[in-house]
């Protein structure tokens, strides 16, 4: 093994999320990106914190699932993103976004409610609530951290 830097995987880390309502949301863009922003500034604090922690250098890539009903645009997040970041221990990282499927299921017995508005339970009636899609979570995150002796 050469000398230099390792890297590390951080697991999966939920950075506060943008909860829009339990039903299908459109998207909205709020305040031209600021919103964005400061979901940003929380993630890049949540990063350094990690990066702190693990005595890294560097944060060579980091992952982030955004919920496709998180109320979040992907595009004006990465905009943000490469706003916010410099100077910090993320001015070099890979951004990479992936999207997070939304899916409905019914409160009371568990059926996954078909896409499309439906708020009642296609089995038993039962209000139905989102399972997933609003979540932004910090899936991943590769550091360059120097090898312990
Ligand atoms: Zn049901």
Request: proline letters at 4%; charged letters at 25%.
């Amino acid at each position: 093994m050469g000398g230099g830097a390792g890297s590390a995987a951080i697991g999966q880390e939920a950075v506060p999320s943008s909860r829009v309502g339990d039903f299908i949301v459109p998207s909205l863009s709020v305040a031209g990106g600021m919103h964005e922003y400061s979901l940003v500034r929380s993630l890049l604090d949540r990063v350094d914190a990690s990066a702190r922690e693990h005595r890294a250098t560097s944060v060579a890539a980091l992952r982030v699932r955004i919920g496709e009903v998180a109320g979040v645009e992907r595009e004006l997040f990465a905009s943000a993103f490469e706003l916010a970041r410099a100077g910090t221990c993320c001015a070099a990282a890979e951004l990479e976004i992936v999207a997070g499927a939304a899916r409905w299921e019914c409160t009371s017995c568990r059926v996954e409610a078909p896409r499309g508005g439906v708020l009642r339970c296609p089995a038993c009636g039962a209000p139905v609530r989102l399972a997933a899609g609003d979540e932004i979570v910090l899936e991943r995150i590769e550091m360059e951290v120097p090898e312990h002796v």
